[in-house]
């Protein structure tokens, strides 16, 4: 029994064509898989697999076709042609199978390298994106905080009650706080740019402040004297620290005003002082008077009995002249240890200052000293509460000690001016030798003195401090060796309250 081949050729013909529709439906697939996401390096091995496998199925699915159609058609010849042409193909798509999967492997490894740097910008992409979009944010965030922080310290700059200057290294002012504008002379018109070195009353001081900074870079409080707005110096410590390394280089000044708790202080101890030695004094000089009054009622009875063209007379004399020049100091330090109390009443300043320049001018011009006086007028100059008598005598013992410092031409200024409403200020300024710090604290001292012997008792200041003191007022002293003097009163004035 012959069976019949159709069926199998059928089934043959069918399955090739099959075999190329679903070949070519997979590849088509693939490609849309890729398509989408292009990234993915396995979709791109799958396509190229498909793609040598569609190869393949249609290489394979043709020759059996056209197999099949030779045989029908009686061709068997020609199909022994084609065949080795369909078999090489077959083996090279195979071959470009295994090389694709060979070689996905190594791809693999490199995709995986590729993405992970991938994923790294893209990481670092979204924190430049965040940042794009926070920049400007954080941006004002630090500015506020440094305009805050800027604003803090401005504030405490301006608010300090210490003066506070800021100068270039060449000494120039760069920054003052208002601190500093109110209490330094000049200190509201001072610009930018302008010397610190004016400011100072004496300019050896300005000197040595600024090389000790340029050498140490830092300076402790040191006591200087500085040039106030009402037209007189005052005393201050003064530390500073010098930034040279950064810019152009600044130096911080910091100035604390001491003047008054200086002059409390140096009142509190001269009055102890002189209290004391004025307790002292009382208990001497009565001691002293008796005997002298004594030795002089003895001397002037024996002088009187003795003959007039002998030499007992002039011995007698002598001790006579003495003897009253002992009572007078005695008597003054009688006045020092117990002063009688002023006449007070309403005086005239001016005219009290003019009267005593008329009695001392001339004298000191004979020496080559010119008197110079200055009366400021804003506000006008009120009257004062005190004894005219006794101010007198301070201001002209003043003049004389300032024409006995003067060594040769100089000039005696003499300024008064309203302090305050209920305070006059009187200075006394000479061009003399000045006084070291030693001197100054005992010139209010009794018998202290610096002129040569038989010159002066050394009482006139001590009498002068205890006038100023009776009076509600009070005196002081700036001087520093070859700088001149300055004494200034400080008296209350004629008032209601008073």
């Known amino acids: 029994m012959i069976l019949s081949a159709q069926p ?44 040598a496998l569609s190869i393949f199925a249609i290489s394979r699915s043709v020759g059996h076709i056209v197999k099949q159609l030779l045989l029908m058609f009686d061709y068997p010849g020609l199909w022994a042609h084609i065949r080795p042409f369909s078999g090489s193909v077959n083996t090279l798509t195979f071959i470009l199978v295994a090389s694709v999967t060979v070689f ?20 670092a992409h979204q924190e430049l994106s965040w940042l794009n979009r926070n920049l400007e944010k954080l941006v004002d965030e630090r500015t506020e905080a440094l305009a805050l922080s800027e604003k803090r310290y401005r504030r405490m700059f301006e608010l300090s009650g210490e003066m506070i200057v800021v100068t270039s290294k060449a000494g120039e002012i760069q920054a003052m706080n208002p601190a500093a504008m109110e ?33 140490k870079r830092r300076m402790g409080n040191t006591e200087v004297i500085l040039k106030g707005n009402n037209g007189r110096g005052f005393r201050a410590l003064l530390s500073g620290v010098a930034d040279l390394d950064s810019g152009e280089g600044s130096t911080l000044f ?48 024996l002088k009187r009995s003795a003959d007039e063209k002998s030499t007992l007379k002039e011995d007698l004399s002598i001790i006579e002249k003495h ?14 240890s117990r002063m009688t109390p002023p006449e007070m009443r309403a005086c005239d300043v001016r005219r009290i200052i003019e009267e005593v320049v008329a009695i001392s001018r001339h004298q000191a011009s004979m020496d080559g000293i010119e008197v110079v006086t200055r009366f400021v007028e804003d506000p006008p100059i009120e009257a004062i509460y005190a004894d005219s008598e006794k101010i007198k005598q301070v201001l002209v013992n003043l003049i004389i000690n300032a024409v006995h410092a003067i060594d040769g031409d100089g000039e005696i200024h003499i300024t ?22 030693e001197t100054r604290s005992r010139i209010f001292d009794p018998f202290f003195t610096t002129k040569p012997t038989g010159t ?8 002068s401090y205890g006038i100023i003191q009776n009076h509600g007022g009070h005196i002081e002293v700036m001087s520093l060796p070859g700088e001149g003097t300055t004494f200034t009163i400080h008296l209350p004035t004629a008032t209601p309250a008073v």
């Not at 059928?10 to 890729?34: K, N, P, Q």
């Not at 140096?266 to 002082?273: N, P, V």
């Not at 309203?418 to 030798?433: A, H, K, P, R, Y």
């Open 183 to 215: 209490q330094l002379q000049g200190g509201r018109s001072m610009g930018p740019g302008a010397p610190f070195g004016k400011l100072f009353a004496h300019e050896a001081q300005y000197r040595f402040i600024m090389e000790t900074l340029s050498e």
């Open 416 to 437: 008064a001016g309203l302090e305050d409403s209920e305070t006059v200020f009187i200075t006394i300024s000479d061009t003399g030798c000045g006084m070291d710090a």
């Open 323 to 336: 003897v009253i020049g002992c009572k007078k100091v005695v008597e003054s330090l009688l006045n020092f």
């Open 104 to 123: 996905f492997e190594r791809v693999w490894v490199i995709n995986r390298a590729i993405i992970g740097d991938r994923m790294a910008l893209r990481e």
């Open 456 to 463: 002066g008792t050394g009482l006139g200041l001590s009498v």
């Open 254 to 301: 910091m100035l604390r005003d001491v003047e008054e708790t200086l002059a409390m202080r140096e009142q509190l101890a001269t009055t102890e002082k002189l209290a004391a030695v004025g307790e002292l004094s009382a208990g001497v000089a009565h001691e002293v008077n008796n005997p002298l009054g004594i030795i002089l009622g003895y001397t002037q009875l």
């Open 8 to 51: 199998i050729i059928v089934v043959d013909l069918i399955g090739s064509m099959l075999m190329i529709v679903f070949s070519l439906l997979c590849f088509e697939r693939m490609i849309r898989l890729t398509l989408i996401d292009r990234e993915n390096i396995l979709w791109t091995y799958l396509l190229f697999v498909c793609a």
